[in-house]
């Protein structure tokens, strides 16, 4: 019931950007927390970003900071990620999820969509 669609990813240069949009059906994204994920071949799942539902604070891991910006568009039903300064260790797969009712939890409480692929290459 919780279904998410991740796009906005592609191909692009070390210095890029890129503009994800996580969309959802089923359900209001405005009642939770909304995380981005990302998975890498043979790496494990790596939480980059987070929303707060509760007070719009955002969270976001280390190496990722003052290049990534998450915002929520609430009429559209949408949150987004605007990635500057893409990197070639940022290529992966990226997912949206739910963290929670209130707060940022750092983990996944919903399933994986479908991703969409950033590759950042010369």
């Known amino acids: 019931q919780w279904k998410f669609v991740e796009s906005g990813g592609g191909l692009v240069q070390p210095g890029g950007s890129l503009r994800l949009s996580c969309s959802a059906s089923?359900?209001?994204?405005?009642?939770?927390?909304i995380g981005w994920f990302r998975q890498a071949p043979g790496k494990e799942h790596e939480r980059v970003s987070c929303i707060s539902n509760s007070d719009g604070t955002t969270d976001y891991v280390e190496h990722v900071k003052g290049r990534f910006t998450i915002s929520r568009d609430n009429a559209e039903n949408t949150v987004f990620l605007q990635m500057n300064d893409l990197k070639p260790e940022d290529t992966a797969v990226y997912y949206c999820?739910?963290?929670?009712?209130?707060?940022?939890?750092?983990?996944?409480?919903?399933?994986w969509g479908q991703g969409t692929q950033v590759t950042v290459s010369p």
């Open positions: 999820a739910v963290e929670g009712l209130y707060h940022c939890s750092g983990y996944a409480q919903s399933s």
């Open positions: 089923g359900f209001t994204l405005e009642r939770f927390s």
